[in-house]
């Protein structure tokens, strides 16, 4: 496939069928991925997790709650062995239509040549589909109760499909019969499009994993509960979103959430010169080795989870702990104080544990910085008979700042996000009250106690809120420096 | 980082100079030492004889010095299943994501490509906007990627951060490289393969050593996405579990038959948990720094 400049020879009416023929296939290839389209549910004993695409790959996942059923002989193991193989059928026909409809971006030789391909992909599809059907009548003449059978939504869905894909192909087949005009030598694609074709399955991933989460939005306004589905009857508009700020309980926990992530998100940025200070201290020791020391260590905390940190501050601070066993066997007292269950002076204990774990790394993109300063200034500065201090804070600080307002913007645009993992480990009962952020609140209600619309509403807010900081921080930095931090 | 020769300080031998140095040096000494410390202390308890550890008396020095509890903790049956599950995500997520990364970056680079800066502003926006925990959570048990290995795996394939430190750098590298393979034939995938591949390895390390790190301290996808299967939890999540509940960590004892080999005290055990989780990290530290390092420039670079 050679980059050709060339535009494609292409009828107009066969673009607009291609365009409906490509969504055909597209959405396919998107509903093999998704358990909720599953055409192989034909039994409400099957897992609901199963997509249609895990159904043809892994047998024991398709019947992992049916195991008990297979083994009374209720139902029998062709049935399920014939279920798989069909929804494997029907992904290899998927498979076809999708290479047709990649040719079919080529040009008119690769777009005839392409068309067979979802001609094939669609009847052996349509041929899957009939295998689930017949295993359907299997589990219907089983006929128990243990195992009921029901025609799942997903069927219709991929019949629908697959009658798309084989009228559109054939009216594609049609038109390129009746375009006379002379076909190209060679098979060829051009470069924009093969490029494309090349980006497309990562840009599905990020579609996917990053823009379908917001679908999930639509939770916020429905009286859910876990395992439930959404529905008419349990629509609730904007009941969770009143409830936040009208109910006594849940607007108090709020506050006190976000009364908690400010406050430490201020804490943070108050000390956040900390690292340029560290930096600039360190490059003023003279010996290289005693620097280069300091960095190595300082610097790995950072890359130690937070479930380490906490492991590392049961070792030091609980009842059988290093600061109790230095007192009692080194000093001689008696002391047996477990620090870590108190709920007191919380955010300052926070900042210092982040500050432990991070300070000599923050510092490092300052240290380097301070490598990059044109010497000229020092000795321009010399000259002028400015002392080590001077020096230090009217010249290197001010080369410094611009990387530490970059740095702290972000964390001003950061403000509501100081992640769930620190004060997920270091919570217990003593301390909830001063130590629950809002991410690990969201955790908590959600995860923890199920309660997905209230969760999903509150999600919503801090999502919002901070796109409007972000944008808020990068205007600010754009009329400031004339550059802008996203 | 730090260069050669410190340019800019005269070394001045006033006594205000000479008590600063003092100072300063005497705080970072400190503070370097606060930083070691607590791993030094985690190893001595993990070494010294059983018994002085039960009963609290190690604190500085290390008495008794045996390695039995390492082997030991081949009985702690899940832990065992865990460290399974964090090593083999982390090489494979990272290599998955490192290759993804790449290629992505590579294809951004070309103006060729059709809607180029839409499809590359796309990815860079999901860096600052998320939708939020739970409706993540919920899109992964859509996708049956909760109780799912691959649930560790597929959605960090796309990490839209380490596409923009490989884009930009293969925009540094001279064009002309990559023009004249095109010319003589070869396609996109083979320029890829053969050209921005071995040249872009320093940037793929850097990638490469951040991502191992983020999968080895995985801890908040398990919690939140393993929670019905407890054969896959990461090795953080089961050392969150020991350290809370000392009961799961008897039962896991228990289970695994290590009674008899004298480890009654979950103390040790915990303290020698953590001391597995730590030791690689800290083996590969010094021979990765330099990656960590240019890994936070480049960052620097493009914020």
Redesign the interface.
Known sequence: ???VKAEPVQSKTGGRLYILHRVAILLACAAI????FNPGRITTQINR???LF?ASISYSSLVSNLERALLRGWVQKSTFVLLMLSSLVIVIGIILCAVGGCMSVGNRRMQRAGLWFPLGGSVIMAGGLAGIYMALVQIVYANTEKVPACMPMGFTLFAVLAAAIFFTTVLLIIADRRNKTALEEKMQMQ??????L??LP??A??F??????????R?AFFDYKAGGELTAANFVGFKWFTILFQNETTRGDILRVLRNTLAMSALGIATSWLPMAFAI??????S?R????????????N??????I???A???FST?G?I???I???LGGSANTNYLMSGSHMWLKMLLWGM?KG???SA??Y???I?G?D?T???A??VDGA??FQ?MWN?TVPCLLP?FF??LL?SIANVLSNG??QY??FSNPTNANTLEVL?LY??NL??GNGQ?PM??AI??F??VI??IL?FGANTVSKKLRGES?? | MAKTKRTGIRRDNSVGDKVFNVVNITFFTLFTLICIFPFYYLLINTISNNDLVGKNLITLVPKGIHFSNYVALKDVADFGNSVLVTVSRTILGTTLMVLVSAFAGYLTTKHELWHRSLWYRALVITMYFNAGMIPWYLNMAGLGLTDNYWGYIIPGLVAPYNIILVKTYIESIPPSLEESATIDGASAMKVFTNIILPLSKPILATIAVFGAVANWNSLQDSLILMSNSPQLYTMQHRLWMYLNTSSNLAAAMQSGGSVSSGMLNTKVIKYTISMVTIIPIMLVYPFMQRYFEEGIMLGAVKG
């Open positions: 496939m050679t980059p991925f998704y358990p909720g997790n199963v997509s895990t470069e924009k499009y093969h490029l494309f090349l980006l990562i840009l991933l990020a996917v994993f990053s823009y379908l989460p917001l679908w999930g939005w939770y201290f360190l490059t003023q020791v003279k290289k005693f620097r280069r020391f300091v960095q190595n260590f300082t610097t790995i905390p890359f130690l989870g937070w479930v380490i906490y492991a590392v049961l070792a030091i059988d290093f109790n066993n230095f009692n066997n080194i432990w300070l000599g790394w490092i993109i240290i380097s910085s490598t300063i010497p200034l020092y000795e500065a010399e002392n080590r020096k010249v990387t970059v740095l972000m769930m993992e997920l480990v991410d969201v955790y959600g995860i997905i969760s999903t999600g919503m801090k999502s901070s796109v972000l931090i996203i």
